[in-house]
């Protein structure tokens, strides 16, 4: 029997809610190895620091996962992300992250298989939910590695890993 539209939404659901989670988790494993000039660092001036890139990431997630999917007031000022004289400390950065995170985890958990196809104008663009979840978690996934990449460049052969092939298999790692 083929699975019905609402196990293959809930699938998918499930399936976005832990790439975001298991994203957090990296991110936190990288700033907890971190001195506070190190989450602000960049490698060139042209380039953005891990903190710029969680503030980046915020405010995405935020703009298409929660204000966007449920049409709320969306008040970003993407410029303000990428600033370089910023200086947020590593708790707030945490606390900003995680508060973001379970907004998009719980505005994505209460969707249904029609609410999915549903259309949303986001940042100028017109797209399904599933569109949104689809730009915004991979996009997510896709700065965590960076993060991760950022960490391990500063790091060199301190870096601790979090993950090898001997751990414990909690879902598939990102």
């Not at 499930?14 to 936190?28: F, G, P």
């Not at 708790?91 to 958990?109: F, M, N, P």
Request: aromatic share 6%; with cysteine; net charge negative.
């Amino acid at each position: 029997m083929a699975p019905s539209a609402d196990e293959i939404a809930r699938e998918y659901i499930q399936e976005s809610i832990h790439l975001l989670q298991q994203s957090v988790h990296k991110i936190d494993h990288c700033l907890n190895q971190l001195e506070p000039d190190q989450i602000w660092w960049r490698p060139e001036p042209g380039l953005n620091s891990i903190g710029n890139l969680i503030l980046h990431l915020c405010g995405n997630l935020n703009q298409w996962a929660v204000c966007g999917i449920t049409r709320s007031t969306n008040a970003r000022q993407r410029e303000q992300e990428f600033r370089s004289d910023v200086r947020i400390s590593r708790d707030d950065l945490q606390t900003l992250l995680h508060r973001t995170v379970e907004q998009a985890c719980q505005t994505i958990q209460s969707l249904s298989a029609a609410a999915l196809l549903e259309n949303r104008e986001i940042q100028g663009f017109s797209v399904s939910v599933l569109g949104a979840i689809s730009h915004t978690v991979p996009h997510f996934v896709g700065h965590t590695h960076q993060i991760i990449y950022l960490t391990r460049l500063q790091k060199g052969e301190q870096y601790q890993f979090d993950w090898s092939p001997d751990s414990c298999q909690q879902g598939v790692p990102i």
